[in-house]
């Protein structure tokens, strides 16, 4: 008898502080946390004493008498694991206190954006006594990426957001919504009127595929599709043509089949989800029956979750179809996969079913692997997209809309040094550093996406945030920040159009 943590793993590692017998691996500084899809209970450990799924801030811990038949596969997933790596250390996490030097007994810190990245590090820094947390989000409504990214029918993990509610109304930490760094106020001026600037904002400018016909008509960004229908405000006027039967969504990630499902599903799936209205109207009348998901690589090396591929093999009323002669992995992807036997082997599995799968219904989605796009045809808008095979021939699919989601990258900002090879701010430790020396430049941080690129779990951003935090207290301990030149209550003076958002 044990629990057995599912596909909603956040991984931000709340369980594994409140497990008594320290069962739940990988752990925040073991070898492979990092990258890590999800965290897991040793079955033949667990005592069941259920602390673990009382502390999930996104419900994905199930005592396993309980489980759906549609999570049964991870109790597997769960067992595998510790087959492979198995507990040699049971000593709990060490606990920490912050505290400010004696010689600086209040510090002032602005956070600019109020995404998990950003809301973590909020979260850290407002719990030291003496510290005032300025909170700064471009948007009217704070969350960022968990109300605007996250896939609609993903709702327990939305449900993050009420693990970070309470932070926002902390009453050391001020929130300045509809502010915008750039615009309304400078990074000098955040520096002038704080001891530290924590730059947050995430990294949301899309990557392109950089073929022939990108820019035609019904060739569009995954960043702007799932802004719609997620109903962000910058992407809620869109209209995307639905009219064709065939779409083709090219890029494996998590990103492409939360594409894929929004499109095939019966929008009876999507009503009672926060979708934006304007998107499941469209869905309603959406002629999209089949999606086609391209990837370059192999079944081996596919960017997606083990915990997503299994969705996506049980939804209802959708087939996920896959061809025989791409579904089997080749000598070198399974040398180069980097994946653990066992679960290599599950997700391969998953793909040959796929394989031999007979469509029931018209509403399917079908992978496609080793396939890099060529360019899109069509002389207005995409008529289809050309493919290049391994074997050097080509292959067209004839399709009216085009999504790609091949990632993200982040944008520059005055005032912060920006690597444009990699798309994010040049940083170690969070220490946002000089470009050319290396040097950290006093005052400025970064954590989550902008730091480390668009990669890793929302928990992920937990512990981004908590070493950002520790380089940022360990440099006022050692005398590194100046004084903010402003006093207090200030800034606020300056920006008359902010305002406290908390009514979202």
Do not use: K
């Not at 739940?24 to 990092?34: K, L, Q, S, V």
């Not at 796009?373 to 050097?392: C, K």
């Amino acid at each position: 008898m044990t629990f057995v943590i599912t596909r909603n793993c956040c991984s931000d590692a709340s369980c594994v502080a409140v497990c008594p017998v320290q069962c739940i691996h990988p752990r925040p500084g073991d070898g492979g946390f990092a990258n890590a899809e999800q965290l897991h209970i040793d079955p033949a450990s667990c005592i069941e004493c259920g602390a673990c799924a009382e502390e999930c801030p996104v419900n994905a811990i199930i005592h396993h008498a309980d489980l759906p038949a549609q999570l049964d596969g991870f109790r597997g997933i769960n067992s595998d694991y510790f087959a492979e790596h198995p507990i040699r250390d049971t000593t709990p996490p060490p606990l920490t206190r912050r505290r400010l030097p004696r010689g600086r007994p209040h510090l002032r810190v602005a956070v600019v954006g109020s995404g998990p990245a950003g809301l973590y590090a909020a979260g850290e820094l407002s719990e030291i006594r003496g510290v005032e947390v300025t909170l700064i989000e471009r948007m009217s409504v704070p969350y960022g990426l968990l109300r605007f990214g996250v896939a609609p029918d993903h709702g327990e993990t939305r449900r993050m957001s009420e693990r970070f509610a309470p932070i926002l109304r902390r009453p050391n930490v001020l929130c300045l919504f509809d502010t915008e760094v750039g615009r309304d106020v400078s990074i000098s001026e955040l520096r002038r009127h704080h001891d530290a600037v924590i730059w947050a904002g995430g990294a949301f400018a899309d990557r392109t595929l950089g073929v022939p016909g990108e820019d035609l008509s019904n060739s569009v960004s995954a960043r702007d599709f799932v802004g719609w229908y997620n109903g962000h405000p910058d992407f809620a006027d869109r209209e995307f043509d639905l009219s064709g039967r065939h779409a083709v969504v090219v890029g494996n990630g998590d990103v492409a089949l939360d594409i894929a499902r929004i499109l095939t599903r019966p929008t009876s799936a999507h009503q009672d989800t926060p979708i934006a209205p304007g998107a499941l109207r469209a869905l309603r009348a959406s002629s999209v029956e089949e999606v086609t998901v391209v990837a370059r690589r192999g079944p081996a090396s596919a960017a997606y979750s083990t915990a997503e591929l299994t969705a996506l093999a049980h939804l209802a009323q959708v087939d996920l179809l896959a061809l025989p002669d791409e579904a089997m992995a080749t000598e070198h992807e399974l040398t180069t996969a980097g994946r653990p036997p066992s679960d290599l082997l599950r997700r391969l599995t998953m793909v040959r079913e796929a394989a031999g799968r007979v469509p029931a219904g018209r509403r399917r989605i079908t992978l496609r692997y080793r396939l890099a796009p060529v360019r899109l045809a069509g002389e207005n808008a995409v008529t289809g997209i050309v493919l290049a095979r391994p074997d050097g021939g080509t292959e067209t699919i004839s399709t009216t809309l085009v999504i790609r989601a091949i990632g993200f990258r982040g944008r520059p900002l005055a005032g912060l040094p920006f690597d444009a090879a990699s798309g994010v701010v040049p940083s170690r430790a969070g220490r946002i550093t000089d470009p050319v020396t290396g040097d950290p430049l006093p005052g400025l941080y970064c954590t989550g996406w902008i730091r480390r690129g668009p990669r890793g779990r929302i928990g992920a951003n937990r512990f981004d945030a908590a070493e950002t935090v520790t380089s940022l207290m360990e440099d006022i301990a050692r005398g590194r920040l100046p004084y903010p030149a402003a006093p207090s209550g200030r800034l606020t003076e300056l920006l008359p159009g902010s305002r406290n958002g908390l009514d979202q």
